[in-house]
C-alpha cells in the first residue's frame, strides 16, 4: 500500500506532462481545465497529508457542494437542501469523531430527510422530495468512506480520474457502440480503454487488488452514468457552471462516489 508521501512525485509528474500536452494543443478549455486541476490536486493532496481530520474536513466542504448542486438539478426547496446537507456532513464528521456511530447517524438523517415532506404535508411532490433526498444521502453520504481510507482514497480519485480522460480520447478515437442511452457520448471502446488504464494507474501505485480494479473498472462508469441520469431527467448539460472548464463539482467527483461505494461494499 502506497502513501501520500509517495504519491506526490506522480502527481507532480501527471500534473506538468498533462500541462505540457495542454499548451501543445493550444485549446484554451483544455488550458483552462489544467489550471483548475493545477490549483485542485495539491489542496486535495495537502488533506489527504493531513489524516483524518483534513479528510474530515475536505470530503465535509465537497459534500456540501455537492449537495447544493444536486439540489438544483432535483428542484429541492431550501429546507430540503439544508437538511440533507447537514446529514451528509454529519455522516463524514461521525466517520471520523466516532466510526461506530455511522449507521446511526445514516439512519437519523433518512429519517429527518423523510420528516421534511411529511411535516409540510406536501401531498403533490413528497414522493419525489423523499426520493430526491434519500439518493442524495446514499449518493453523497458515500463521503464519509473517505475518512478512513488514507491514501486509497486520493489513489482511487487518481485512478478513476485517469479512466476517465482515458475514456473520453479514446472512446472519440476508437467509435463503436455507445455505452448507454443515458450518455450517447460515450462508447465501450473508451469504457474499457479507460477501465485498463485505471487498472494500470493502481499497479502503478502499488493500490491493485481485486476489490480495488472492480472499483475503478466498474464503479467508476457507473458513477458517471448515475450523474447523467440525473442531469438528463433534470434537463441539465452540468451540474453547475462555477468550476472553469469543469461545470460543476459533482460532475467532478461523480465517478469517484460509485467507485468509493463499491470498494467499501467489497472491502
Known sequence: ?????????????????????????????????????????????????????GIAVLAAMVGAVAVAEFGGLLRLGPVDRLVLGAAVVALVLTAWLAPGEVPRVAAAGALAIAGVPLLSGDAEHGLRRLGAGLLGLVWLGVLAGLV?????????????SVADITAYAAGRRLGGP???????????????????????????????????AVAVAVGGPLGDLLESMVKRGARAKDAGRWLPGSGGLLDRIDSLLVALAVLLVLG
Do not use: D, H, I, N
Open 148 to 160: 478512513p481510507s488514507g491514501a486509497l482514497g486520493l489513489v482511487l480519485f487518481v485512478a478513476v
Open 178 to 212: 455507445r455505452l448507454s442511452p443515458l450518455s450517447p457520448a460515450k462508447r465501450w471502446s473508451g469504457t474499457l480503454a479507460g477501465a485498463a488504464t485505471g487498472v494500470l494507474t493502481l499497479a502503478v501505485l502499488s493500490c491493485l487488488t481485486w476489490q480495488t
Open 1 to 53: 500500500m502506497t502513501t501520500v508521501a509517495a504519491l506526490v512525485p506522480y502527481l507532480g509528474g501527471a500534473l506538468a506532462a498533462g500541462g505540457v500536452a495542454v499548451a501543445a494543443t493550444r485549446r484554451r478549455e483544455l488550458m483552462v481545465r489544467w489550471c483548475v486541476w493545477a490549483l485542485g490536486v495539491p489542496l486535495v493532496t495537502a488533506a489527504f497529508w493531513l489524516g483524518p481530520p
